[in-house]
């Protein structure tokens, strides 16, 4: 590659600097492996604006939009000062096949996304996640065939002010003593992950929670979102063997009949408070099963799991549906501080519960709902990605900021956990979450020498992931 000076180097810098070098060619052959047709995608997509008057191409300016999060700037205005070297604007170039003299300012960017239909970067999100599997780059991460899908919802942003028409509101204490209440403005999303024992959480739909109609007496909620997202999900997917993953609030006649039309299975959280009739009937049943139960001594990690469970079990006793229980008890020997010694999980599921089946059911199956917050959530909101920053105040645009992010997430995580990211390079970047910083100053710093570039994506190769 083709690099800066540097006035002042010693060979081990030089020596880290080769090895940093690979993030960028680690970056391209992921993107364009796993999608090569994703120039086609950004070009057909609608612009909004006025053909024959814009310097910049759609294309360039999603990748712009999308950079930001892969490289985790924290916001859309800092893009001017991170983006604008002459490198960085070779590397643009390249990716979306315009010739550029320099980077768009961030409000360019901006007069673009607010005119931008969301649904156009959703169906993006589609053709990525329709590629991963039609090429079953995910198919080994699968529970007895069934791909694992979590649905949660999680606040992307919030106001002390009403924001918009469509603002989902509601009274929280503050002050003093948290005596006093004021109305604080939301908007949610109710988000469907691919998630995986490996740690992914791929986005594979989202729907946006909020008022649609003027005047409506009962607001939206994460339960109405998620009936909507589920139903787009299995239109969107009807031949995709489908395991939800959902917490408590999911306990419903409504889900379970979801599942039965579009033969998914699924996982649930059961809590006495939320289906009490079948919570009771299951710890009578559990006393009377007596070999339904198990205890596996888990070697290197120090802990006990007890199993037990209740096969068909009348789900309100009215005979439309019959669910299988499933407990799950860890024991932790030496705990560390702050650390339960016992955790107890107990999930409803259709899946038939046996000895053989108990201990992958709940340890590949209902404990990754955590997923979702730990590798989804909480890496969009604390891991740079910067989720709760209002990158712009249009309701339209802040979901195709969103969108943005899922995106640039998915990419993100192929790189991460794809086997071009060997040891050595984990060693010298000391984190996955630095993966972002080493590759922004490598992208500002560095271009390809001639040809380099098209020899690289030339090459046939295999991207593993880690299945442990």
Known sequence: MIKSP??????KQEEELILSSRLTR??????YHF????????????DPRVIGKCIYEIQTLIWIGLLIFILKIGSRRRLNERFKTVYFVNHLSFLSKQ???????????????????????????????NRLLRNKCLVKFRLYGYYLITVDMTNYLTFKRRHCACCVRKKVKVGKGRKKRQWHYYHPVVEAKLVAPNGFA???????????ESGQKRQDCELKAAYRLLERLGKKYPQLRICLVLDGLY????????????????????KKGKAPELYREYEVLKERCVGNHLEYECEGRDEKQSYWWVNDIDYKFMGRYYVNVLECVVTKKRPKKGERKKTRWLWLTNFHVTAENCMVLANGGGRLRWNVENQGFKMQKRGGYNMEHAYIRDCGGAKVFYLLMQIAHIINQLIEKGSLLDEDLRKLLGGIRAIAEWLLEELRTNFFAPGEIDKLLAARIQIRFDSS
């Open 202 to 212: 791929l986005s594979i739909e989202s729907e946006f929670v909020e008022n649609r």
């Open 35 to 46: 999608f090569p047709n994703f120039y086609s995608w950004l070009k057909s997509i609608r």
């Open 26 to 31: 680690i970056f391209y052959q992921t993107v």
């Open 99 to 129: 010739q550029l003299s320099g980077v768009a300012h961030h409000d360019t960017l901006a007069h673009l996304v607010r005119g931008l239909e969301p649904e156009l970067l959703s169906q993006l999100r589609d053709q990525m996640i």
């Open 251 to 270: 306990v419903s006649e409504g889900i379970l009949g979801l599942c039965e039309r579009y033969n998914w299975r699924v996982f649930i959280v059961l």
């Open 6 to 11: 540097s006035k002042n180097s010693n060979p």
